[in-house]
């Protein structure tokens, strides 16, 4: 059995198909560090500017702890300084591994206080570039790497029947399965080598172009991604050992392992974008500026009729009847700021009800499987983007909370929280006022998210592997006329 | 067909009967051989299940877009319905849905559909987001045309990548040398069978596609056939290419396996990785720049047109007080109650910050076009980097004869721009910025209808304000009636139309003229250095 296996490692690494999958997969893989490289610097670059920016509108506001409210709520203009906060997640450190939606731009938010906040466009994606995928390590061997195991393996029985070399080569004694087993297994370590090899370029031109630094928790992912992407191309090698075994010329044995291939990472992949994309309906901005702008004008509307709930420039005055106007206009404003962020949530669920059945489709092929896997391995893509608005959220209640806390320890305060003038005006310690931040997926946490994509896949390779023994044992020897 | 059956000659006859029916017959027997072949029922059954799953995908977004453009219409009319003033008539012009996006999505449905036409505002990208979930954006559109365009491709490579070695190895080609068939007609039948084949594959695709499209309740007269012929010859011409590049492959190896692997390689360079890798390597070499930095430029123009506002009123000295309402929900505004010195005031400054705004938005028009010209350049070089692959050229010229280019929303937007001109030229002509119906629908010289500061006093405070609180309701609520009935409408029959019609397809064919010339550029190539090979091509060689 390991003859054959050295001779398969062999005659392959020598064919000129492999040399050819070498360059296109290390110039891919090259490419892919600069992309990256590049990408992160710019990202990142980006991220500390947002963050040096909203640290110094914190530096400004704690001068009244009213500021470090109304300074950060731009909805209703309760002040001409009011601007939205823009709070972001910095980039993935493992953005040569899987881009996700990362490469693009930052996930951003647009944070408006009390509790309102929308995705923010933090892009350095360009609208006039078609579509294509980031050409991140999952790309490549999602679609080359696969490709590539195709090319190696197509004709490893059919090409020796055709040679008639096949009858010679089980004539040794050695059972069949353990000569599919060792020309399995030497395709799987050829592409095993291309990948350690294509991991180790990309990520030292990723470090030397500005990416990085990476730490053991990166380099662990990395790891797990490279096993689990051997275990991927495994099941296209097992696939082409089953076509192989039954095919009647090499020729075909391609086609019908192209057409395969095609359908697996090309077609039902984007096929199901394209048809969940028209089948699963989402709230779309036209939609939301409609019922915010209905909802307001309804509310507006009602407040005029009420004419008294309007603020006071008067303090002094509205203390008399216990600030029942401002109280009213609170009160109001804070209705209004709910209902957009009902408008706002429902958008947004309508998104991740739209991913969340794409992903199913997704999961029906082996590279939906691989590429979800290694999203949710890397800890990027949709569920990072979950996990910062969430984070957004919490931080947002903890910033409300803080902002109340401290409104309430001030006994001169009239406590019309979010209202100019009608707040406590103490200066409030810099130091202590929340910042956000945003706490990556642990590698714990992946491993679980991911957890069920990887064991499907391996599932997959198992009952591929298992029909092309069966295939194998059936396998005729010469050809048939 | 069955007329040439009848006078399909054998090679002995063809001899005689001159070069024509010489290539006549090699290309029926191409034709027929190729037809009957296994691969290409494989692909072709493939296209073809798959050409029926991504129209039926493409109506169903089409679907959704079209209710996207519905809405926004209904919207834009009531926005104008509701305007009770003219600085809130900002007219919603929507971007039409191009139908042919069930066969070629493009750019159509990434792009948003409205612009506001406003006096404060040039036009220069839409404003709203594209729709659906941003995760499913990065994803290509999955489209007729992508099918093809892979699938025919791959078919395209697989019919000719043994036209030449394959027919040596079994001999056949040497048996045709030897009769003394002219090489150019054998090479020239090769041609005119093969891409026989594959037109009839990309007819019966294109014909499965129409007939859903038709069948999911499309009315026939409403498709526009120019342009879905034009869009057939163009991947046609692809088609070509590629058959030629296999071709190529074939004269220059001299085993059908080889070229088998060099031809399936060459069409994974092209077909994925060339346009993939292309688009990667631009965004390396000319950076984009981030929508963060766009945005901060753009607070500090608005920030710094208000300080000019503030600095504008302050000259106009203060403002003359009385009671009344004014509401600002959009960029309009619309004013209520005020007695005729306020509105004196304040139109005169919302008539100078009438004109500030127009200055400013020829800045903040500036400021965005240098943005979109840097992701233009960076889309071009993507473009140069990946025009070595016919599938670069392909689908910038299916996207333009399908109207779903960026041109096409490029046009769109000039046309809004050419509207809002004339908007301004409306507003101008009838002196709109300066009259009173720029910012309130009280008729004119009405006087503020709440009591004066002067007649305060008599009365205690708390009683006079009851009393102000119950006539400011009783006459919103008149005002709110008579909006309702009509009374107070704007003569909106008046404004400027946008009437918008889509970049016609002699102007998209303008655009794409070097992307076709490329297309017979690759062509001619691939075929003349094959011929030239092929007419030298030893059948003996192994």
Redesign the interface.
């Known amino acids: 059995m390991l003859a054959i296996y050295w001779r398969e490692i062999r005659e392959l690494s020598r064919s000129?198909?492999f040399l050819?999958a070498l360059c296109?997969f290390l110039s891919?893989m090259a490419?892919n560090g600069?992309?990256m490289g590049?990408?992160y610097q710019?990202l990142s670059q980006?991220h500390r500017?947002?963050e040096a920016q909203g640290e110094e509108r914190v530096r400004q506001a704690a001068a009244s702890l009213e500021q470090l409210a109304i300074n950060f709520n731009e909805v209703f203009g309760a002040s001409?300084r009011g601007?939205a906060l823009?709070l972001s997640a910095p980039p993935p450190k493992t953005l040569p591994l899987v881009a996700g939606?990362e490469a693009?731009?930052l996930h951003?938010a647009e944070w408006n206080f009390p509790n309102v906040a929308q995705?923010a466009?933090?892009?350095?994606?360009?609208?006039?570039?078609?579509?294509?995928?980031?050409?991140d390590w999952e790309?490549m061997v999602r679609?080359?790497l696969s490709?590539i195991a195709i090319?190696l393996s197509y004709?490893l029985v059919v090409?020796e029947r055709e040679r008639g070399t096949l009858a010679l080569t089980l004539a040794s004694p050695v059972p069949r399965r353990r000569v599919l087993c060792a020309k399995f297994l030497a395709v799987v370590t050829l592409l095993g080598c291309l990948l350690a090899a294509g991991a180790v370029l990309s990520t030292l031109i990723y470090l030397v172009r500005g990416g990085g630094p990476l730490v053991a928790v990166d380099y662990a992912r990395m790891g797990l991604f490279v096993a689990g992407a051997i275990l991927y191309s495994a099941v296209f090698v097992a696939a082409s050992l089953l076509v192989s075994s039954r095919a009647r010329s090499?020729?075909?044995s391609?086609?019908?392992l192209?057409?395969l291939w095609?359908?697996a990472t090309?077609?039902i992949?984007?096929?199901g974008?394209?048809?969940?994309?028209?089948?699963v309906?989402?709230v779309?901005?036209?939609?939301v500026?409609?019922r915010v702008?209905n909802q307001?004008?309804g509310q507006?509307?009602e407040m005029?009729?009420?004419?008294?709930a309007f603020v006071r420039p008067d303090v002094a005055e509205a203390r008399k009847d216990g600030f029942s106007s401002e109280q009213n206009y609170a009160r109001r404003i804070n209705q209004m700021i709910a209902s957009i962020k009902t408008t706002l949530d429902e958008q947004r669920a309508?998104?991740?009800r739209?991913?969340g059945v794409?992903q199913n489709v997704l999961r029906l092929t082996p590279s939906g499987l691989f590429q979800l896997g290694s999203e949710r391995l890397a800890g990027v893509?949709?569920i990072r983007?979950q996990r910062f608005l969430e984070a957004v959220d919490r931080w947002s209640d903890q910033y409300a909370g803080f902002i109340k806390e401290q409104d309430r320890l001030d006994p001169s305060s009239p406590h019309i929280l979010y209202v100019q003038n009608f707040m406590s005006q103490r200066p409030v310690d810099q130091a202590t006022v929340p910042r956000f931040r945003f706490e990556e997926f642990t590698l714990f946490e992946s491993l679980k998210n991911a957890g069920l994509d990887w064991l499907l896949l391996m599932l997959e390779l198992a009952v591929t592997l298992a029909f092309s023994f069966i295939a194998f044992e059936r396998a005729p020897v010469s050809e048939t006329v | 067909m069955s007329a040439e059956t009848k006078e399909r000659p054998s090679s002995m006859e063809a001899q005689t009967a001159g070069r024509l029916s010489v290539v006549c017959a090699i290309a029926w027997r191409e034709l027929r051989e190729h037809v009957m072949s296994a691969r290409l029922l494989m692909i072709v059954a493939t296209t073809l299940v798959l050409v029926v799953l991504s129209t039926l995908a493409g109506i169903f977004n089409y679907r959704v877009q079209a209710e996207q453009y519905q809405l926004a219409l209904a919207r834009s009319e009531q926005k104008l319905r509701e305007a009770v003033t003219w600085s809130e008539v900002q007219p919603m012009l929507v971007r039409p849905v191009a139908p042919l996006m069930v066969l070629n999505s493009g750019f159509e449905a990434r792009e948003g559909r409205i612009v506001l036409a406003s006096h404060s505002q040039i036009p220069a990208a839409t404003q709203d987001a594209s729709t659906g979930s941003p995760y499913l954006a990065r994803f290509g559109g999955f489209d007729v045309t992508t099918v093809l365009v892979y699938l025919l491709g791959l078919l395209a490579v697989l019919l000719s990548f043994d036209a030449i070695s394959g027919e040596k190895e079994s001999g056949r080609l040497a048996l045709s040398f030897s009769n003394a068939l002219p090489r150019s007609a054998i090479f020239l039948g090769k041609y005119l069978g093969g891409m026989a084949a594959l037109a009839l594959s990309l007819a019966l695709s294109t014909a499965t596609a129409l007939i859903v499209w038709l069948a999911g309740g499309t009315r026939f007269s409403s498709v526009p056939w120019p342009r879905v012929c034009l869009w057939f010859s163009s991947l046609l011409l692809y088609l070509s290419a590629m058959f030629l590049i296999g071709l190529l492959i074939s004269v220059l190896t001299h085993r059908a396996a080889v070229s088998l692997l060099v031809g399936m390689v060459t069409w994974f360079v092209l077909v994925i990785f060339i346009p993939a890798a292309g688009p990667s390597a631009a965004s390396t070499l000319a950076r984009s720049p981030s929508s963060f930095v766009l945005n901060n430029e753009m607070a500090k123009l608005d920030r710094e047109l208000e300080e000019k506002a503030d600095e504008m009123s302050r000259s106009l000295g203060p403002p003359p007080q009385s009671e009344g309402l004014t509401i600002s929900l959009e960029q309009g505004v619309r004013m209520n109650f005020y007695s005729p010195e306020t509105y004196e005031w304040s139109l005169k400054y919302f008539a100078a910050r009438a004109r500030l705004e127009r200055e400013y938005a020829a800045r903040v028009y500036d400021t965005l076009k240098e943005f979109q010209d840097r992701n233009r350049e960076q889309a071009e070089l993507a473009f140069k980097f990946s025009s070595l692959s016919p599938v670069a050229h392909v689908e910038r010229v299916s996207n333009e004869l399908t109207g779903t280019s960026r041109d096409d929303v490029n046009h769109f937007l000039e046309a809004a721009r050419e509207y809002r001109q004339s908007l301004i030229d409306f507003y101008d002509r009838n002196n709109l910025t300066t009259s009173l119906r720029w910012i309130t629908d009280d008729p004119p010289g009405a006087e503020s209808p709440f009591p004066k500061e002067e007649d305060l006093g008599k009365k205690g405070a708390d009683e006079e304000r009851r009393e102000e609180l119950e006539l400011g309701r009783a006459l919103y609520a008149q005002v709110l009636a008579e909006r309702k009935s009509g009374v107070r409408a704007l003569p909106i029959g008046d404004i400027p139309r946008f009437d918008y019609a889509p970049q016609p397809v002699s102007r998209a064919l303008g655009r794409v003229t070097t992307s076709i010339a490329a297309l017979v550029i690759i062509n001619l190539f691939c075929a003349a250095i094959a011929f030239i090979r092929f007419r030298h091509y030893d059948v003996r060689l192994n």
């Open positions: 000129l198909r050819i296109l891919g490419i600069f992309v590049v990408a710019g980006m500017q947002i001409e601007q823009i939606t693009g731009g951003g995705p466009d933090l892009g350095v994606w360009n609208p006039e570039l078609p579509a294509r995928p980031a050409p790309f679609i080359l490709f090319i004709d090409g090499s020729v075909s391609l086609t019908v192209l057409i095609l359908a090309v077609v992949p984007e096929g974008t394209a048809a969940v994309q028209g089948s309906r989402t779309s901005d036209i939609q500026e409609q702008i307001l004008e507006v509307n005029i009729g009420e004419m008294d309508s998104h991740r739209q991913a794409l893509g949709e983007e």
